[in-house]
């Protein structure tokens, strides 16, 4: 997948997740052409070296979110479906914890099983904010 693709299929999982991604390389002319706010420039090869593996990050994420809103599943199942180590999963999932996008479901023999969440709307969050004022 190339990264348009790639940032498409984490939009259409987490608009969020997908909307910062697509404002951080809207910045790459910004860093290529004309620098940091030290006026430091960067190459399109540094800029790529930084970018690439947030972007690869939030991918993984995106797919265990997917995976995990069909079905629950445990840190082992997951790991063995992206082919990656229980502890990247377990890292993963500890970041989308936080942004309460996955959440735990149930308890099987000892061992937790996770469920991706749908985040809600932008707008309706505002709404509720004004709403409660």
Do not use: W
């Amino acid at each position: 997948m190339n990264r348009d693709e790639i940032i498409a299929y984490v939009q259409r999982i987490s608009e969020s997740a997908g909307s910062k991604l697509k404002n951080l390389l809207e910045k790459e002319s910004e860093f290529v052409e004309k620098g940091n706010k030290y006026e430091e420039k960067f190459t399109k090869r540094q800029f790529d070296l930084a970018v690439d593996p947030i972007i690869n990050a939030e991918y993984i994420r995106s797919q265990i979110i997917e995976r995990t809103r069909k079905s629950p599943m445990s840190v082992k199942e997951i790991a063995k479906s992206l082919e990656l180590s229980p502890k990247d999963i377990l890292q993963h999932i500890t970041v989308l914890q936080r942004r309460n996008l996955i959440a735990v479901d149930s308890i099987k023999n000892r061992v937790p099983m996770y469920r991706g969440l749908f985040e809600e709307p932008v707008k309706e969050k505002e709404t509720q904010n004004e709403t409660k004022k």
